[in-house]
């Protein structure tokens, strides 16, 4: 069956916006909370076809560990150098992301992150970098300002390490050249090789990407039936039944799910029973041993109470020995009735 999709209560607020940076790029992101949040979505500045039209976002970039758990993004800032995004998120939590290029948001990918804010009442609100990208400053709702060592390698410090290198460089024209002896060096081979596995990875990452695109794309699509279908009246409604397309994928993938978590059983297995293992032993140790747990009494009057004790329970050992006692008083023999011993009968 297809997943029922949750309508969202109203429209999203909109937590930041700002301008696209790109060279001859008319566009600017928005980041949104609520049924949109853990999304930047791109937006063109030539607006909707018209105004009775609603307005699409042209592209919507999940933004990784924020999109799976729907975390809003209160604070969103690029680094002095563009190549790094910086975003805040309402869990306290302050992520950079590499850019391909400056100023790029066509992919998310590789993050470093930070969580230094209070996780409940710390969303991060500001973000900032100095001109150097050697520091990284971060506010939060729960009134803190923390301030990072980053040391992000930009562009300017790659200029004037390359330009120090240069100049550093001796010339000589007579100079030998040697020989690399290191086995682990990298061969002109193996450049070859490295940098064709590495536009390959680039390539497969893009069309990994522009396939996500897609699918969210249909996604939305697939929403608006499923909401226009809701608008119809009853008896033009449709189910969800009538939204599946091919009843034996279903039934494919719902077989390969049941496969998938029999595995999981099975890897489990040892762990489960070492875990009721262990809470049995617990019990034993401190559960079991109690007769009586402790128990309060309130007045609804007043602020009186009266509590009882926590009372262990005997032993095994100290009610068979109980026991024994017991039936041996209730057991009386001839010679302890006449007070003496009887005679022995041959």
């Given at each position: 069956?297809?997943?029922?999709v949750?309508?969202?209560a109203?429209p999203s607020p909109i ?10 790029d008319?566009?600017?992101w ?6 949109d949040a ?6 063109s500045?030539d607006g909707?076809?018209g105004e009775?039209?609603?307005?699409e976002?042209?592209?919507s970039?999940?933004v ?7 975390l809003?993004?209160h604070?969103?800032?690029f680094s ?5 995004l910086?975003?805040?998120?309402s869990?306290?939590?302050?992520r950079?992301h590499?850019l391909?290029s400056a100023y790029?948001l066509s992919?998310l990918?590789a993050?470093w992150?930070?969580?230094m ?8 609100t500001q ?5 150097d990208d050697q ?6 709702a ?15 410090e790659?200029r004037?390490t ?7 460089a001796?010339v000589s024209?007579?100079?030998?050249s040697?020989d690399i002896e290191?086995?682990?060096h990298?061969s ?5 090789q490295?940098?064709?596995?590495d536009?390959?990875m ?5 069309k ?8 969210a794309?249909l ?12 608008e119809?009246p ?12 091919d009843?034996?994928?279903?039934a494919?993938?719902?077989?390969e799910?049941?496969?998938?978590e ?7 297995a040892?762990?489960?029973?070492k875990q009721e ?8 140790r401190?559960k ?5 747990e ?12 009266v509590?009882?004790?926590?009372a262990?329970?005997?032993s ?9 006692v017991?039936s ?8 302890t009735v006449?007070g003496?011993?009887?005679k022995q009968?041959?």
């Amino acid at each position: 069956a297809v997943e029922e999709v949750e309508k969202p209560a109203g429209p999203s607020p909109i937590l930041q916006a700002f301008y696209s940076r790109e060279e001859e790029d008319k566009t600017f992101w928005v980041s949104m909370g609520g049924y949109d949040a853990g999304y930047l979505y791109c937006c063109s500045l030539d607006g909707a076809g018209g105004e009775s039209e609603p307005y699409e976002a042209t592209q919507s970039v999940p933004v990784p560990a924020f999109a799976g758990d729907d975390l809003p993004l209160h604070s969103l800032t690029f680094s002095a150098s563009g190549e790094y995004l910086l975003a805040g998120a309402s869990n306290g939590s302050v992520r950079v992301h590499p850019l391909a290029s400056a100023y790029s948001l066509s992919s998310l990918q590789a993050y470093w992150a930070l969580s230094m804010h209070d996780n409940h009442y710390g969303a991060v609100t500001q973000l900032a970098t100095t001109y150097d990208d050697q520091y990284v400053l971060s506010g939060g709702a729960d009134g803190n300002i923390f301030v990072y060592t980053a040391s992000l390698p930009t562009a300017i410090e790659k200029r004037m390490t390359a330009a120090a290198a240069l100049e550093k460089a001796p010339v000589s024209l007579d100079r030998e050249s040697k020989d690399i002896e290191d086995p682990n060096h990298y061969s002109i081979e193996d450049a070859k090789q490295k940098a064709e596995h590495d536009r390959k990875m680039k390539l497969a990452e893009e069309k990994k990407q522009r396939v996500r695109r897609e699918v969210a794309s249909l996604r939305r699509t697939f929403r608006k039936l499923q909401q226009r279908s809701r608008e119809l009246p009853a008896h033009l409604q449709l189910g969800t039944e009538e939204f599946v397309m091919d009843r034996e994928l279903e039934a494919r993938l719902q077989e390969e799910a049941k496969q998938k978590e029999e595995l999981v059983h099975r890897e489990m297995a040892w762990e489960g029973e070492k875990q009721e293992l262990a809470l049995h032993k617990l019990r034993n140790r401190y559960k079991d041993v109690v007769e009586c747990e402790r128990v309060t009494v309130w007045a609804f009057g007043s602020e009186l109470h009266v509590s009882s004790f926590r009372a262990a329970a005997p032993s095994k050992e100290y009610l068979q020995l109980v026991e024994k006692v017991v039936s041996s008083e209730l057991t009386q023999t001839p010679w302890t009735v006449a007070g003496k011993r009887p005679k022995q009968v041959r």
